[in-house]
């Protein structure tokens, strides 16, 4: 059985920071793209960030800069480092492994960014 699971939302004050990670279970882990999309209010699902078995990383341009994606294999994790957070990063993150055209998503976790 599959799971993902994620940690490390909360409630930030603009300019702050958070930590996410997903740890994964029932997968070869090492073998998946690995990343986080986000979904606010009213809002599609976009792209985070993702890093490939090689170590390639997409970052979408609304958060270059202030994200850093980071995988660890031996743990079956994978993380996201957010920095200077903005009240428009509010939004329910999901963690997503990708295989070709096998695909597992997480709950999510909450973000959310407010003074």
């Known amino acids: 059985q599959v799971q993902l699971v994620e940690s490390g939302g909360g409630l930030v004050q603009p300019g702050g920071s958070l930590r996410l990670s997903c740890a994964a279970s029932?997968?070869?882990?090492?073998?998946?793209?690995v990343g986080w999309y986000r979904q606010a209010p009213g809002k599609q699902r976009e792209l985070v960030a993702t890093?490939?078995?090689?170590?390639?990383?997409n970052i979408a341009d609304s958060v270059k800069g202030r994200v850093t994606i980071s995988r660890d294999n031996a743990k079956n994790t994978v993380a996201l480092q957010m920095n200077n957070l903005k009240p428009e990063d509010t939004a329910v993150y999901y963690c997503?492994?990708?295989?070709?055209?096998?695909?597992?998503g997480g709950k999510g976790t909450q973000v959310t960014v407010s003074s």
């Open positions: 029932g997968i070869p882990f090492s073998l998946y793209t």
């Open positions: 890093i490939t078995i090689t170590g390639n990383r």
């Open positions: 997503n492994v990708r295989l070709g055209v096998v695909e597992y």
